[in-house]
Nanobody, 123 residues
Framework: QFKFVESGGGWVQPGGTLRLSCAAT????????IGWFRQAPGKDHEGVSC????????YYADSVKGRFNISRDNAKTTVYLQMNSLKPEETAVYYC????????????????WGQGTQVTISS
């Protein structure tokens, strides 16, 4: 089972920027496609973005296109989600997970969710 540690969340004002990090535990991040998900209070998990194993495939939800960017470090130990122009409605716990990733969508693998990282956008 793939396990991850998310970090980088916090509080920012609307329009602000955060960079989330997703670190693998015990494997390199070219073993599987990686996705970022978020869960707002009272809502289901929502797929935000994913990155394929060889970086050939990337996907962004329509709501974040042009504002978020997913990337992987050269050592393939960390995947990042750069989030710009954040909106209050994007307040949520953000998770990374092993994912099936295509240019048109993403589907999470398995049932495991890590602890996530809280992102709060408010003035």
């Amino acid at each position: 089972q793939f396990k991850f540690v998310e970090s980088g969340g916090g509080w920012v004002q609307p329009g602000g920027t955060l960079r989330l990090s997703c670190a693998a535990t015990g494997f390199t991040l070219d073993t599987t496609a990686i996705g970022w998900f978020r869960q707002a209070p009272g809502k289901d998990h929502e797929g935000v973005s994913c990155l394929g194993r060889s970086d050939f495939a990337t996907y962004y939800a329509d709501s974040v296109k042009g504002r978020f960017n997913i990337s992987r470090d050269n050592a393939k130990t960390t995947v990042y989600l750069q989030m710009n122009s954040l909106k209050p409605e994007e307040t949520a716990v953000y998770y990374c997970a092993a994912t099936h990733c295509w240019a048109r969508g993403m589907v999470k693998k398995g049932n495991y969710w890590g602890q996530g990282t809280q992102v709060t956008i408010s003035s």
